[in-house]
C-alpha cells in the first residue's frame, strides 16, 4: 500500500512564526502536491512538483513556499505565518507511467495548523 | 477553467436509507473523474473513478456512472451505514497531462442509527 505521511497532526504557530510542514511518500512517485482544505471551500492546490528541485505554482501560492530536495519528500513553508493560513493542509502524491501523469493521487493524514 | 459543482450539504440520514450525492463538472475533453471520501480526522481515500463516458465506477456499495451528456457524475448507495458518515469529494482530472485534480467543495454525510 501507498504510504504517505505528515509530520505532524496538529501544530500551532504565532502570527509572524516560519513554518514547515513536511510530507514523505514511500512508493517512489514522482509527483507530489501540498493542498489547503477549508469548509465549504474544498481543496485548493497550493504547490506542486513533478520532480526532485522541480515546483510549479497551483491556484494559491501566496504566502507559501515549498522544497523538494529529495523525491520522496516535500516540504510546505510558511514564511510568515498569518491567521488567515490557518486550515487543514494534506499532502498528495502520484506517480508517472510512460510518461503520463497518473490521475489517481494518494493523501496523508493531513495537518490541522492553528495560528494564533 | 475546469470546474466541479458538488451539491451543498450536509446530508442526514437514517440508516438503510438510500443516498445520492449529486456532482456536475465543466471541463474541455475528455476528463477523468473521482469520489474520495475523508473520513473524520483521517486524510482522502479514493472510493472510485471513472476514466471515460458511460464507465460505472464502484467500490463498498458505492456506484457513480460518467455520463458525459449531462456532465455528470453522482454517487450513489441503497441504503447507508453510520459508519458511511465522512466527508465525500467529487473530483476530476482534466484531459491535459498534468496531472492535477479539481476538487468540488465536498459534501458531508451523517448517517443516524
Known amino acids: 500500500d501507498v504510504k504517505v505521511t505528515q509530520s505532524s497532526r496538529y501544530l500551532v504557530k504565532r502570527t509572524g512564526e516560519k513554518v514547515f510542514l513536511e510530507c514523505v511518500q514511500d512508493?517512489?512517485?514522482?509527483?507530489m502536491f501540498w493542498y489547503r482544505q477549508d469548509p465549504g471551500l474544498g481543496l485548493r492546490l497550493i504547490y506542486f512538483s513533478y520532480d526532485v528541485k522541480m515546483k510549479e505554482k497551483g491556484d494559491i501560492p501566496e504566502g507559501y513556499s515549498v522544497s523538494r530536495e529529495k523525491k520522496e519528500r516535500f516540504s510546505l513553508i510558511l514564511e510568515s505565518a498569518s491567521t488567515n493560513q490557518t486550515s487543514m493542509y494534506l499532502c498528495?502524491?502520484?506517480?508517472?507511467?510512460?510518461?503520463?501523469?497518473?490521475?489517481?493521487?494518494?493523501f496523508g493524514p493531513g495537518t490541522r495548523l492553528t495560528v494564533l | 477553467g475546469d470546474s466541479v459543482t458538488q451539491m451543498e450539504g450536509p446530508v442526514t440520514l437514517s440508516e438503510e436509507a438510500f443516498l445520492t450525492i449529486n456532482c456536475t463538472y465543466t471541463a474541455t475533453g475528455y476528463p477523468s473523474l473521482f469520489w474520495y471520501v475523508q473520513y473524520p480526522g483521517e486524510g482522502l481515500q479514493l472510493l472510485l473513478k471513472?476514466?471515460?463516458?458511460?464507465d460505472k465506477g464502484s467500490n463498498k456499495g458505492f456506484e457513480a456512472t460518467y455520463r458525459k451528456e449531462t456532465t455528470s457524475f453522482h454517487l450513489e448507495k441503497g441504503s447507508v451505514q453510520v459508519s458511511d458518515s465522512a466527508v465525500y469529494f467529487c473530483a476530476l482530472h482534466g484531459s491535459s497531462n498534468t496531472g492535477k485534480l479539481i476538487f468540488g467543495q465536498g459534501t458531508t454525510l451523517q448517517v443516524k442509527p
Open positions: 512508493m517512489d512517485h514522482e509527483n
Open positions: 498528495a502524491s502520484s506517480f508517472v507511467i510512460g510518461g503520463a501523469r497518473e490521475d489517481t493521487q494518494y
Open positions: 471513472a476514466t471515460k463516458a458511460d
